[in-house]
């Protein structure tokens, strides 16, 4: 077993850990719980990180070609945007669901084969690792809004209904909420803005202008980019807000995670 | 010689009526009574605790019946007659003295059980009890673990956490929409009394600004004043709703004051900044249907009071916790205090000299082997009768009857010299 995969497993069940603490603080409410279930968690982060930069130099490329390394890298993303989140804002039990996520896709990273595959010809060119990276990333803003969306539909509903159960005290204000998805729009859209450009030209650069690929992955992400650009333009010229941005951003990011599957349904018939 | 009893007398709210309240109540602060408490000779050590919904002196002695009479004499007398004292005054001895303090101060015996303020009041009180030098070590001992008593409550239970009347579950709910209510701004409509008071909690949360709206414009200004914000006429309610976020609707139309399709053209001018409306008006000023637009959250009466139930049944749950964590430092104190007696420190004085003479004996026996079962008899004589002789002042001093120092202090001085109250840090 490569050195790599060990510091990929013992930040595996670092967040599972961390996920663990931060579920008995959403339960208990203790706040002690939650002080250990962030040093974890920020400990986990730290590996995973280890494990990246190990992984580049054993495959002496960006780990982001095969599905293992693809949602690693997705969950590390998440992981520190959240963490880059925390030093700003504070949103109550935010990090419980964020974690939550982050052990999901280090559950499927995991499962994948987590071999070395050699670059094809296309992804030798400089510019795949920074549109891939750059994707990624704003891929883990969008999530974490996602997550923000959620949890404003669940308080919201409370709060509406007037019957005040399980989430009422747990969750922050709808204020907090819409903040938080409001802040990680306005990162991950550019992001993903430039993912895409940066995407265009590599595209332009391998492919010369000619046989342009008309694949799903690339009708997604357009579309999906045009979700979350209408989402954006009503946001700040209509005053949008409250439930249906929330709606509007988990139904975008409906959209990113299709995008992904035919990226990643691509990349594994590739590694076979 | 016995200890002192620690005695509680007192009245509160739920004892006595509010007109026999008002009279025993001591407005003219504590120094005067705790003087008069002091020419007691009666009474060792005292300390007295008013506010507005109880009286209560609490004070050691020795003789309690002779105590308890001068006491209420002192206090009460010629305020009401003695037979109305009796019929509402408590009395706790000891553990159900102790006991008595630490509800109080957690504020389990509050009217509004969980509020914070008693704990204060109680501060105060001891602080001039101090400055007097009328507690003394029992007292300032036990008045101190109220203190932290009361913080172990508040830490290990959400006794004081949920809002239990109508005003705090609107400031509690607005927390939860708004999140910070600092840069809010609230808007009443009808000048009546609730509406005052729900204005005055929010504006306590710092809210920026009271716009008051009512029929007669005189009343509105009025209040206006009160909270320094300005009055405006019911015919421009509808514009100002773009300004305001809370609005609190109290007036005593029969028809409703704003319906859903008043409100809903706002929302677009508000940009779908949030909306919360209050309506504490019986018949309602405020059409229902106006909680179903985005961004508008509308409660009526009947909503608050379901909150106000939830949290008091949260609150029920948390005091059982709270009463357990009580019971607990209660025993624990008793305890200390049944050791603050001449007989148990004289016993485990002696314990400890035996046990410790008894261990360094078989340390230094162990190592010598050569002895003779004569020379072993005579080191550990030696020993034994070292130990006595180190204690023999130590018990003199808390046996004898000292003059100027206090039994009690005695006590306590050796205790704490020979760490008796802890003994596992000894090590």
């Known amino acids: 077993m490569s050195y790599s995969y060990l510091l990929f497993q013992i930040s595996f069940v670092g967040y599972l850990l961390a996920m663990a603490a931060y579920l008995v603080f959403f339960f208990s409410q203790k706040n002690n719980v939650r002080s250990i279930a962030r040093k974890v968690f920020f400990a986990a982060a730290i590996l995973h990180s280890a494990n990246i930069v190990a992984r580049l130099v054993e495959a002496g490329h960006t780990p982001i070609t095969s599905v293992h390394e693809t949602i690693s890298f997705f969950s590390w993303s998440i992981s520190w945007c959240y963490l880059s989140f925390r030093w700003r804002y504070t949103v109550k039990n935010f990090g419980t669901f964020a974690t939550v996520l982050v052990v999901i896709l280090m559950i499927v990273s995991a499962l994948a084969p987590h071999e070395i595959l050699p670059l094809t010809p296309t992804q030798r060119s400089w510019l795949f690792p920074v549109h891939a990276s750059l994707a990624m990333i704003a891929d883990a803003f969008l999530a974490l809004a996602c997550i923000g969306g959620i949890m404003y539909l669940l308080q919201e509903r409370e709060l509406k209904q007037k019957r005040f159960g399980f989430f009422y005290s747990r969750l922050p204000s709808l204020d907090a909420l819409d903040k938080l998805n409001q802040h990680c729009l306005s990162i991950g859209f550019p992001l993903m803005t430039l993912g895409m450009f940066t995407g265009y030209i590599w595209a332009k650069l391998i492919w010369g202008g000619r046989n342009w690929h008309w694949d799903p992955k690339i009708v997604w992400s357009m579309i999906t980019w045009f979700l979350y650009a209408a989402l954006m333009h009503q946001r700040f010229t209509m005053g949008w807000r409250g439930r249906r941005a929330a709606i509007m951003t988990i139904v975008a990011f409906m959209a990113v995670l299709l995008t992904l599957v035919f990226l990643l349904k691509g990349v594994g018939a590739h590694g076979a | 010689m016995g200890r002192d009893t620690i005695v ?36 060792n050590e005292y300390y007295l605790l008013s506010t507005c919904n109880r009286v209560e002196v609490l004070f050691t002695c020795s003789d309690v019946q002779l105590a308890r009479r001068q006491v209420l004499d002192m206090l009460f007398a010629g305020r009401v007659t003695r037979k109305e004292v009796a019929g509402c005054i408590y009395q706790h001895e000891d553990e159900d003295a102790i006991q008595h303090l630490f509800l109080v101060a957690s504020s389990l015996d509050s009217m509004i059980v969980g509020e914070a303020q008693i704990l204060g009041q109680l501060k105060e009180a001891y602080r001039f009890a101090s400055e007097k030098k009328s507690s003394g070590l029992v007292l300032n001992k036990l008045l101190h673990k109220s203190f932290s008593v009361t913080k172990r409550v508040r830490t290990e239970t959400r006794i004081g956490a949920s809002a239990v009347s109508i005003s705090y579950a609107a400031v ?148 059982v916790k709270a009463a357990r964590i009580v ?39 162990g190592r010598l082997d050569s002895l003779s079962p004569k020379e072993k ?51």
């Not at chain 2, 100002?240 to 976020?245: G, S």
């Not at chain 2, 400890?352 to 230094?364: M, N, P, V």
């Open chain 2, 377 to 427: 008899k005579s080191i550990e004589k030696m020993a034994t009768s070292i130990a006595s002789k180190m204690l023999h002042y130590p018990l003199l001093y808390l046996k004898s009857d000292h003059h100027c120092v206090d039994q009690q202090e005695r006590i306590g001085v050796v205790r704490s010299l020979f760490n008796l109250d802890n003994p596992q840090k000894s090590e």
């Open chain 2, 8 to 43: 509680l007398l007192g009245v509160n709210h739920k004892t006595t009526p509010l007109a026999i309240r008002e009279k025993l109540a001591l407005s003219g602060g504590y120094e005067e009574p705790l003087a008069a408490l002091g020419r007691l000779d009666s009474l």
């Open chain 2, 172 to 319: 509690e709910l607005g927390r939860k929409i708004f999140g910070d209510l600092k840069d809010k701004r609230v808007m009443l409509i009808g000048a009546g009394e609730m509406a005052e008071l729900a204005a005055e909690h929010l504006v306590g949360q710092g809210v920026k600004e009271v716009v008051v709206a009512n029929r007669t414009l005189e009343r509105a200004v009025t209040l206006a004043k009160r909270f320094h914000g300005r009055a405006i006429s019911l015919e421009e309610l509808v514009d100002q709703l773009e300004h305001v976020d809370i609005i609190v609707s109290s007036t005593g139309a029969t028809e409703l004051i704003l319906t859903r399709g008043d409100v809903q053209p706002v929302m677009r001018r508000r940009r779908n900044q949030p909306l919360f409306f209050i309506d504490i008006a019986v018949p309602r000023d405020l059409d229902p249907a106006i909680n179903e637009l985005d961004n508008i959250y509308l409660y009526d009466i009947d909503d608050l009071n379901n909150v106000v139930e939830m949290n008091k049944s949260e609150r029920d749950k948390e005091a």
């Open chain 2, 327 to 365: 019971d607990e430092e209660t025993y624990k104190f008793s305890s200390w205090l049944e050791n603050m007696e001449v007989t148990p420190t004289i016993i485990e004085l002696r314990t400890l000299a035996d046990q410790i003479s008894k261990k360094e004996l078989a340390r230094t026996l």
